[in-house]
């Protein structure tokens, strides 16, 4: 059946804005060594665009780094990517990956080496967890491919300032690698979190879209020496607020799939440091502010203490960027 309207133009649907783009994404969190960073390639075929990022904060200085070029000629299976100024080499599959950033400022070479296995997120849609998957939120209930794995790491490394100032970098991080279908402008707020202890790493991400803003994906992991394995159950709570309305601290309560419970305390009001972070070209009307937090951690249940990435992010129809 026909109605009166549909030969008139009609509203843009929220699916519109997807894009298949494959993402590497890597993370340093050296507080002994006062280096944080984050490290963002991204690739988008069917837009002719790749856009490479570095945003970091070492020793008191900042560093900025953005390009965007066309599409790689060359990418499928190789080696090594970039732009000739920030490159990644796959060294050995899930064991070492080597980063590099040579600009007019700065020369940093970092080594990132497995510190615990691979994580693929496609685990969680078996494992109990009552929520919906970040496939069927991200996607826009149209399951299309969304292919997601993360792994902890371990970063040694040194930076060069063009000054001759010099130092080594020692710490941890970790990796996402996605290739997926998605829109980051079309998120509500969201917290992907990679969270590292002496003995244990958790990955933990939850987000909400302008599209179907009461229903929260959420999804994630907890490894250490018996082995990788979803989490079943995650409950994020906040406590406090800061001037820009960031939470001063984000609290996970999470139960894995053999129903062990952890209680995981991230203090945003005291991190390390913070930068921004942009994570695909705007589109449509509405932008998603990201701020990448490294924040020293508690793990409720014994006392350990460790360090991690806790990225926030909320769409500008919320608010404006984090300070």
Known sequence: MTSIHDDLPHPVPAFAQLRYKENYFFILIAP?????????????????????????????????????????????????????????HFAEPHRRFELALKTEEVDLTLAFTARQATFDYAACRTAGNPAPSFQEVMTLGLNLPYNHQQQALNAQGHIRFADGEEQAIGGSGYRDHSWVMRSDSGGLTHNWCGLNFPGRSFGIKTISTTHRPGFVAKEGYVVDSDGPRALRRIEVRTEGEMADGLCAKLIHEVEDV???????????????AHVPLVSEAPAGKASFHIVENFCPLRLIETGEQGEGLVEIGRSSTLGGPYS
């Open 32 to 88: 002994e060594s006062d280096a944080f960073g984050v490290f963002h390639l991204n690739h988008e075929p069917g837009h002719d665009r790749a856009r490479y990022t570095a945003n970091l904060e070492v020793a008191g200085r900042s560093i900025r780094y953005a390009n965007v070029t066309p599409f790689p000629a060359d990418f499928e299976h190789q080696r090594s990517i970039g732009d000739g100024a920030l490159s990644l």
């Open 258 to 272: 053999f129903g062990t419970r952890y209680t995981i305390e991230s203090d945003i009001a005291g991190r390390f």
